[in-house]
């Protein structure tokens, strides 16, 4: 926007120095060429008359006045004369213009050129015998007079003139781009501090408020999107509260639940109430899951947290700690594969990327084969890192892969019926806050790979 204020600005005060500059540039060039050519032509009819008079003292006057015009002038004089008149003189040669002139007693001037001028200008005047009464009228036509005027200081001037006016030109439009410049910034920076509140809103941070400056309609902007921001930041404030009620007040009473059926279990002996006790315990556990994984949306959807420079490497191995001892039960190997060094750092609100872990090794954990091998990848691909968890489980088609992010939907394949069927839409909630994508492909060897493409930070430098 800034951009288009500038050229904008530019281009009317170029507009503006066109219609002034160029018509006044244009009237000075013909002001110049016409009183050049009067005063040459003034010049030419009095060495005219003079050769009219055709006495001696006139010829000698003519020769010294020719002389001084050529030497005070770029300008050369010739005489057509008979040759006792001004014989020092150069004589012109024979063309139209000077035929014209001895037979037609008719002037000439010729600029050489169409376009301004050429390389000289020539001016042809006849003269006429004066009439022995020195009456005015003309008499026969008794020689001719022609200057030839060089025009190279007429094109230095014309120069002058033009450059000069160019110059001036783009030192205004230097001095109105600069103008535009600090105008440009002064009326867009309450667009600026608009964005800046935006962005930051969009990153997390709530409290971010755009000062109230500026023109009418963006004060008016600014006051609205700050009302905007006050009541988000209330109803976030609010689901908050109510968040942590509802973790406290439903896991409470599970938790509570799920202890009496343990005691209830510990306390009979009947086989038929064991089994609906410990049915009745995994429904528990499943709920449980359930409570939990729409706690996580609802922190998830609320985006309360912006993310931050995070170790992939020590994310990994925290939850492979977590989750090696339920591994090493059924025999199943949890291994990393590639370039996660310490250094490597991806963007992720703090917790997110556990949770995300806990959910897709849950996940792949469940449907892996006794003694099979769980693969976490890490690889750098330009500004993002792409994290793969791959199982040798028994996969997904293309139809349950369309699914599979849907809430509440379970695969087939389940070693158990304790999913609650949230893990992978916890999962790309998380990683979409973060900036980042979740996909799922079928792996060369078989089962399921979740491909999950975080955005890289800055590196830490090497010591």
């Known amino acids: 926007m800034i951009r288009q204020l500038i050229r904008s600005y530019v281009l009317l005060v170029a507009v503006a120095i066109g219609l002034f500059t160029v018509p006044v540039a244009f009237t000075l060039t013909a002001q110049l060429r016409d009183d050049t050519q009067l005063s040459v032509n003034r010049e030419a009819t009095t060495m005219a008359l003079l050769l009219g008079n055709g006495n001696d003292a006139s010829c000698q006057a003519l020769e010294e006045m020719a002389k001084a015009y050529g030497d005070e002038t770029p300008g050369e004089v010739q005489v057509a004369a008979p040759r006792e008149c001004a014989a020092d003189l150069p004589r012109p040669?024979?063309?139209?213009?000077?035929?014209?002139?001895?037979?037609?007693?008719?002037?000439?001037?010729?600029?050489?050129?169409?376009?301004?001028?050429?390389p000289q200008l020539v001016i042809t005047v006849p003269a006429h015998e004066r009439a022995a009464n020195g009456d005015n009228d003309k008499g026969a036509?008794?020689?001719?007079?022609?200057?030839?005027?060089?025009?190279?200081?007429?094109?230095?001037?014309?120069?002058?003139?033009?450059?000069?006016?160019?110059?001036?030109?783009?030192?205004?439009?230097?001095?109105?781009?600069?103008?535009?410049?600090?105008?440009?910034?002064?009326?867009?920076?309450?667009?600026?501090?608009?964005?800046?509140?935006?962005?930051?809103?969009?990153?997390?941070?709530?409290?971010?408020?755009?000062?109230?400056?500026?023109?009418?309609?963006?004060?008016?902007?600014?006051?609205?999107?700050?009302?905007?921001?006050?009541?988000?930041?209330?109803?976030?404030?609010?689901?908050?509260?109510?968040?942590?009620?509802?973790?406290?007040?439903?896991?409470t009473p599970l938790t509570a639940l799920r202890l009496s059926l343990d005691n209830i279990a510990d306390g009979v002996d009947d086989e038929f109430v064991k089994e609906d006790v410990e049915q009745a315990t995994a429904e528990v556990v499943r709920m449980s899951r359930l409570v939990n994984g729409l706690l996580v949306l609802a922190r998830a959807?609320?985006?309360?947290?912006?993310?931050?420079?995070?170790?992939?490497?020590?994310?990994?191995?925290?939850?492979?700690?977590?989750?090696?001892?339920?591994?090493?039960?059924?025999?199943?190997?949890?291994?990393?594969?590639?370039?996660?060094?310490?250094?490597?750092?991806?963007?992720?609100?703090?917790?997110?990327?556990?949770?995300?872990?806990?959910?897709?090794?849950?996940?792949?954990?469940?449907?892996s084969p006794d003694g099979g091998t769980i693969t976490v990848q890490v690889e750098r691909r330009g500004n993002e890192v792409e994290l793969?968890?791959?199982?040798?489980?028994?996969?997904?088609?293309?139809?349950?892969?369309?699914?599979?992010?849907?809430?509440?939907?379970?695969?087939?394949?389940?070693?158990?019926?304790?999913?609650?069927?949230?893990?992978?839409?916890?999962?790309?909630?998380?990683?979409?806050?973060?900036?980042?994508?979740?996909?799922?492909?079928?792996?060369?060897?078989?089962?399921?790979?979740?491909a999950i493409s975080l955005r890289a930070a800055a590196q830490r430098s090497g010591g």
């Open 93 to 118: 040669e024979r063309d139209a213009a000077l035929t014209k002139a001895l037979e037609d007693g008719a002037s000439t001037t010729d600029w050489g050129s169409s376009f301004i001028w050429g």
């Open 141 to 251: 036509v008794v020689g001719a007079v022609r200057i030839v005027y060089s025009t190279s200081n007429l094109t230095h001037r014309l120069w002058t003139i033009w450059g000069f006016r160019a110059a001036l030109a783009a030192i205004v439009l230097a001095a109105a781009a600069g103008i535009g410049v600090i105008a440009a910034r002064r009326l867009t920076r309450p667009l600026r501090q608009l964005n800046d509140m935006a962005s930051k809103f969009s990153d997390g941070d709530l409290t971010a408020r755009s000062p109230v400056t500026g023109p009418q309609e963006t004060q008016t902007l600014a006051r609205t999107l700050n009302q905007g921001a006050e009541r988000l930041d209330t109803l976030i404030g609010a689901q908050r509260i109510f968040v942590a009620d509802a973790s406290h007040q439903l896991r």
């Open 301 to 367: 959807e609320a985006k309360v947290t912006a993310a931050e420079p995070l170790s992939l490497r020590d994310v990994i191995e925290e939850r492979f700690s977590v989750w090696r001892p339920a591994a090493d039960e059924r025999g199943v190997t949890i291994a990393l594969r590639g370039g996660a060094d310490g250094r490597l750092l991806v963007l992720a609100s703090p917790g997110h990327l556990d949770q995300v872990l806990d959910n897709v090794l849950s996940n792949a954990l469940e449907v």
């Open 388 to 450: 793969l968890v791959l199982d040798e489980g028994p996969g997904m088609s293309d139809a349950e892969k369309s699914r599979a992010f849907d809430r509440f939907w379970r695969g087939q394949g389940l070693t158990g019926r304790i999913g609650s069927g949230l893990g992978l839409a916890v999962v790309k909630q998380l990683v979409t806050d973060d900036g980042g994508t979740v996909t799922l492909r079928d792996p060369p060897g078989g089962g399921l790979c979740v």
